[in-house]
């Protein structure tokens, strides 16, 4: 709350501006947990998960469209993520009344459907950095040194995004008094620089810390159908995970192709070559260089996963692009779906599941009997991170802990896909 101008601030405008900032920087919300929990039909976690509506596929009192009743009440620009039985759903699935806090959906819930509403806006906040002292308790009289603690803090916010803005901090004397020109600057900066468009989900990328990459290889003969290998991030828990995505950082994902060997198998050192890597944040998947080759992203960042894969990218469908080729139906895409898995001991996992759909590739050197293409490769996976560099400023440090291990699940392997062949061929 803005204090008036030439007034001289209270324990109240401390600790509002202090909780505002330690929002940000350090975390105000330490006992936030990713997914609902059920009892039968009722949630045991609504407020620590920030579920809004919940129905257990054991409760058929909630069935139909709606409107049903939102608790707490969301506001217009919180981050609502709806999941029904497992897959998070686009906003073509529901409607939101925020006037009278209400969900209604396109399509009526069953009795036996699992749907929860999440508003995951305060998950988004929290670095896991070091804290300013708050609350302080009545009568406590502010001095410099409470100041300068929160300008040591937002000193190290606009750095780690990347903005010029440096403000001095006051001169260490025990008489001096604190006006509200200290402390609104301060309250408006991190409200309107650091968290407005979401800039508090980001870092200057010039100093980031990026870890080395983590290589698989895998050589894979006598290939003619979907290729599926399955890699893990692990965090030590999941408020590691929502410090790492919070302040900016992000999953990186590439394959490579090499030894390949069969049916114009040189298509596919094609499509691997051109799809750039695979960049996962808190919002979505997205290929680092869209003008090299054309990818769709389904919008699915770190907090709208769910326990069962999604899919998070998809190559455009390579026929378009390679269609120049003859002697065969090219119709191959890599296909990146995502979960997280919440482990025994406490790791919380992003796991990845890479798909090379092969099932397409026919040879059509003789249109009256069609051979599905072999091949053999080596395919590699590499997985690395880039996070935000350790910071301090004063009184004020942030070290954010990328994932502690990036380890291969599933080598990849040829999953037999039976397909029919093209009716027709190039």
């Known amino acids: 709350m803005t204090v008036n101008a030439g007034d001289i601030i209270q324990v109240d405008d401390y600790n509002n501006l202090a909780t505002l900032v330690n929002k940000v920087v350090s975390d105000n919300y330490p006992a936030s947990e990713y ?17 809004i509506f919940s129905k257990h596929e054991t409760d058929n009192t909630k069935t ?21 039985n497992n897959i998070v759903r686009t906003s073509a699935a529901y409607t939101i009344d925020y006037n009278s806090g209400t969900i209604v959906f396109t399509s009526a819930l069953t009795a036996t459907d699992r749907v929860i509403v999440y508003n995951r806006t305060d998950h988004r906040f929290g670095w896991g950095g070091s804290a300013a002292v708050v609350p302080l308790v009545a009568n406590t009289i502010i001095r410099t040194s409470h100041m300068n603690a929160l300008i040591d803090r937002t000193n190290l916010m606009l750095t780690h995004i990347g903005s010029p803005t440096v403000y001095d901090r006051l001169e260490n004397r025990p ?30 990328p010039t100093t980031a810390d990026e870890s080395t990459p983590v290589t698989y290889t895998t050589s894979i003969s006598g290939w003619t159908d979907l290729l599926t290998g399955e890699f893990a991030f692990s965090f030590n828990n999941y408020q590691q995970a929502r410090y790492f995505f919070n302040s900016g950082g992000s999953l990186h ?18 499509v691997i070559d051109s799809l750039s890597e695979l960049v996962f944040n808190w919002e979505r998947a997205t290929d680092t260089d869209d003008s090299n080759y054309r990818g769709i992203s389904n919008n699915i960042g770190f907090y709208k996963l769910t326990s069962e894969y999604q899919t998070i990218f998809t190559t455009v469908n390579s026929g378009d692009i390679h269609s120049g080729y003859s002697g065969y139906q090219a119709l191959l895409n890599v296909e990146f779906k995502a979960k997280y898995e919440h482990t025994g001991g406490g790791y919380f996992k992003v796991v990845f599941k890479i798909e090379l759909d092969d099932s397409l590739l026919w040879d059509w050197s003789d249109p009256a009997n069609p051979v599905e293409n072999t091949m053999s490769a080596n395919i590699t996976f590499s997985g690395w991170n880039k996070k935000s560099s350790t910071l301090t400023d ?30 027709q061929g190039p």
């Open 175 to 204: 008489d001096l008094v604190i006006y509200a020109s200290d402390s609104n600057e301060l309250e408006n900066t991190t409200n309107n620089t650091v968290i407005a468009s979401n800039t508090h989900l980001t870092m200057d």
């Open 394 to 423: 004063n009184t004020a440090s942030l070290s954010v802990v990328g994932p502690v291990a990036v380890e291969e699940i599933t080598a990849f392997n040829d999953v037999p896909n039976p397909i029919v062949p093209p009716n």
């Open 35 to 51: 997914y609902a929990t059920f009892t039968g039909a009722s949630i045991n976690n609504a407020a620590v998960c920030n579920a």
């Open 253 to 270: 994902l590439d394959l490579g192709v090499s030894g390949e060997t069969g049916y114009n198998s040189d298509v596919w050192a094609s």
């Open 64 to 84: 139909g469209t709606g409107p049903f009743i939102l608790n707490p009440v969301p506001t217009s620009g919180d981050f609502i993520v709806v999941v029904i």
